[in-house]
C-alpha cells in the first residue's frame, strides 16, 4: 500500500525578487495523507510548469482563479494524477483524472473540481497541455479573441512554447499566413519544418525586429498573439495593419519585473489603425472547453496539429523545470514527470 | 455679387514643435475662386477645429480620411457653408452644405464630398458638431466600440469637450452612471448641473486622481471613454473592473508629443482583467451615419441630449480658436463663425 511510501511537497519557501530560483522552493517530507469521508487519494503522474505562475508568486498576489501562494504552503499546478484509494462513489481506484493539485506526491482531494482523462484521445500529459489551460487559451484566444479568418496575416511570440505552438498551428488550419517568434535555431527549424508555419524569426539573432517582421509580412500583421510582451511587443505592433486585433495571451518577458515596466503608449496607434488590444483569461470560456477539447484532440488525430514536450523526471526537480521556463530554452510544453502510472 | 468682396486663406507656416502658436498659421489675401464646370461656390459660415487635427500637422503625416496639412497649403477642417453661386444641377444658391473644406472665406469646389444640412434637425452648426464627426464619433465609440449596457459604470475624460459631452450623455441615456472628468470648475458645474452626470472630477484640482475615481466609482469602471490619455488613463485604468471596454477616442494630452510618449504597459492588467482596449476612426461606421444623425438629433429634440457651443468670431481667429483647445478652456464644440448667412 502507497502508506508506506515517503510522500513529499515542495512550498514556496520565498517570495521571488526577480526570477524565481532554487531558494524561491523548498521540498519537505510530509506524512501521508489520511483519507477523510467522500475524498480521493492521488498519485502525481505529471505536473505542469507554466510561466504565468510567476506573475502570482508575489507577495499578496494571487492568479486569475484565486489561487494564492503562501509562503509555506505548498504550489499548486494542473496536474495529471492516478486515483491510488477512494471514498467518492465517482472515482475508482485506477482511474486517471487532473485538476489543479498541490506539488505533492501523494495528495487527498475532494472529488470537487476533479476531472477524468478520457486516454483514449491522446496521451494523458495532454489533459494539462493541448487540452488543457495551454491548449485551450490557444483555441479560445485565436478563435474567439482575435476572431482570425482566412488570409489574415498572423504573428505569435513565443511560437515555440505550449501555448504559442499550438496558437500558431490553429492559425495555420484556419488559412492564414503564420510567423512565429522564438528564441533559438533550434525552434525556429521546429517552427518552420514541424509545424509548417511560413516564416520563423529568431529575436535573439535579429537586430531590428521591427523591419524582420515588416519583411516577413509583406502585407502587414492583421492578428498580433502576443505571449511574451516588452520589446517584441512594440516591434510587431510598429507593424499592425488597419482594424488589427491583437490578443494578449501571456507576457513572460514582465512576469519577472518587480514594478509595472514602462513602454510606448500604445493609444494613438490603437486609434490610427481602429485595432483592438485585448487580454483574456481561459476560464470566460469554461462552457465550451468540452467542445474545443474534442476539436483540439480531433486536429491531433487527423496530424493537423502537432504537440511536443520537453519532460523533465523526478518530483525533486519541479523547482527546477519551473525555473527553466524563463530561460527560453524548452519547447513545447514543459512537463514533470513524477512517477508511472499503476498499471 | 460675390467676387468684389475680398477672400482669404490660412496655410500652414510651418510644421509646428509641440502646441502650436499663432507662427504654425499665416494668413493670405487670395483672389475669388473661378466657378469651374459643375462646380459650387462656397461662402464658409461655421470652421470647425479640433484637437485631432494637431496629431496630423507633423510632417509627412497624414489623417485617417488621407487629408495632409503641407507647408503653405490651406488647412482644412469639417465646415458648415452656403452655396452663393452654382454650376450643379445638385445644389441650388442658399443651400447650405457642410464637408471638409480649406480654411477659406470662398472656395469652388467639385459637388462630390458636399452634403446638405437640414436646419429643421438643429442649428446649422451642429452639422460639424453634435450630428457631425463629434457626435458621431461619440455615439460609435459608445454603441460600437465599448458596447455599453445599462448598470455600467462610465468614465469619460475631456467629459466637458465636443465629444465627451455627448459620450457622457449617451451613456445616461442608456441607464449608466457616468462619472465626467475635466479641468475646470466651470466645467464640473456644466456636467454635474447641466448634462446630470453622476459625478465630476475637477484634474487639475485633484492631487490623486487614482484615487479619486476610486471614490467616484465605488463598483469599479466598466467602460472608459478616452479622450485624453497620458497619466489620466493610467488613473482610470488602475480602477478597472473584470470585461472593462475601454474605448480609445482622441489623446489630447499626446498630441503635441513630438515622439511616442512612454506610459506604463498595460498588458498585464489587461490579461488580469479580460479587459479590452479599442481605438477606432468614425469613418468605420460611415454606413451607418444617416441613422446615427436621425437619433442624436431626435434626442436633442427630446431635450434628453444637451449640447453646447463655445463661439469665437472672424475669420482671422480660427489659429487662436484652434490653439485655445490645447489651454482646456473651452466647453463643448469649439467653432468659429466666419461670415451670417445670406437670407
Not at 530560483?21 to 480521493?40: H, Q, R, S, W, Y
Not at 492521488?42 to 506573475?55: A, Q, T
Not at 488589427?244 to 519585473?257: E, L
Not at 525555473?323 to 530554452?329: A, K, R, V
Request: with cysteine; proline share 4%.
Amino acid at each position: 500500500m502507497h502508506s508506506t511510501q515517503q510522500n513529499q511537497q515542495i512550498v514556496l519557501a520565498a517570495h521571488p525578487k526577480g526570477t524565481p530560483t532554487p531558494d524561491t522552493f523548498k521540498i519537505k517530507a510530509i506524512d501521508m495523507p489520511e483519507l477523510g469521508a467522500n475524498e480521493v487519494l492521488l498519485k502525481s503522474i505529471y505536473v505542469s510548469v507554466d510561466p504565468g505562475m510567476r506573475g502570482f508568486m508575489d507577495k499578496g498576489d494571487d492568479d486569475a482563479a484565486g489561487n494564492k501562494y503562501e509562503l509555506n504552503k505548498p504550489i499548486t499546478s494542473r496536474t495529471v494524477a492516478q486515483v491510488v484509494a477512494s471514498n467518492s462513489a465517482d472515482f475508482a481506484v485506477g482511474d486517471i483524472v487532473h485538476g489543479r493539485f498541490a506539488w505533492q506526491k501523494f495528495q487527498s482531494v475532494s472529488p470537487d473540481g476533479l476531472e477524468k482523462v478520457d486516454p483514449s484521445l491522446a496521451p494523458i500529459s495532454t489533459a494539462v497541455s493541448m487540452l488543457g489551460v495551454p491548449g485551450l487559451s490557444a483555441y479560445f484566444g485565436m478563435l474567439k479573441v482575435a476572431n482570425i479568418k482566412a488570409g489574415d496575416t498572423v504573428v505569435v511570440s513565443g511560437a515555440a512554447g505550449s501555448v504559442g505552438s499550438i496558437a500558431a498551428q490553429i492559425a495555420k488550419i484556419h488559412g492564414c499566413r503564420v510567423v512565429g517568434i522564438a528564441g533559438s535555431a533550434k525552434k525556429i527549424t521546429y517552427l518552420e519544418s514541424d509545424l509548417g508555419l511560413d516564416k520563423g524569426i529568431n529575436y535573439k539573432t535579429t537586430d531590428d525586429m521591427t523591419a524582420a517582421i515588416a519583411d516577413a509580412c509583406p502585407d502587414g500583421v492583421d492578428v498580433f498573439f502576443d505571449n511574451v510582451g516588452g520589446e517584441l511587443f512594440d516591434a510587431v505592433f510598429a507593424n499592425i495593419n488597419p482594424h488589427a486585433r491583437i490578443t494578449i495571451c501571456g507576457q513572460i518577458a514582465d512576469y519577472n519585473n518587480d514594478t509595472v515596466t514602462q513602454g510606448p503608449r500604445p493609444m494613438h496607434t490603437l486609434i490610427k489603425k481602429s485595432a483592438r488590444m485585448e487580454g483574456f483569461v481561459v476560464f470566460n470560456y469554461a462552457d465550451e472547453f468540452d467542445a474545443a477539447k474534442k476539436q483540439l484532440a480531433k486536429w491531433y488525430n487527423e496530424d493537423k496539429l502537432k504537440y511536443k514536450e520537453t519532460l523533465t523526471e523526478g518530483f525533486a526537480n519541479i523547482p527546477e523545470a519551473f525555473i527553466g521556463l524563463f530561460s527560453g530554452e524548452n519547447i513545447g510544453k514543459q512537463m514533470v514527470k513524477v512517477a508511472d502510472l499503476d498499471s
